[in-house]
């Protein structure tokens, strides 16, 4: 689940895509959780998203925010 604040200062339209890798327990990179959202103009927005496809501790999976990789497109 993602969640939190974003503003965008600008005078367009951005979207932010967050990209988080998952491990198995005997250390392999399995997937990744994955969010967008988009913010208009010299706006503010609360960011509650969850991905299809959750983490599942019970299967030893574990997220390395480490690795997290972000990606902004300006429109």
């Given at each position: 689940?993602?969640?939190?604040?974003?503003?965008?200062?600008?005078?367009k339209r951005i979207r932010i895509m967050v990209?988080?890798?998952?491990?198995?327990?005997?250390g392999y990179h399995s997937r990744n959780i994955q969010t967008e959202f988009t913010?208009?103009?010299?706006?503010k927005i609360r960011i509650?998203?969850?991905?299809?496809y959750a983490l599942d501790p019970s299967k030893g999976e574990?997220?390395?925010t480490a690795?997290?990789?972000?990606?902004?497109?300006?429109f």
């Open positions: 689940m993602f969640t939190g604040q974003a503003y965008n200062k600008t005078k990209s988080i890798p998952v491990y198995d327990p005997q913010i208009p103009a010299n706006e509650d998203t969850t991905d299809n574990k997220p390395n690795k997290a990789t972000y990606r902004v497109d300006v």
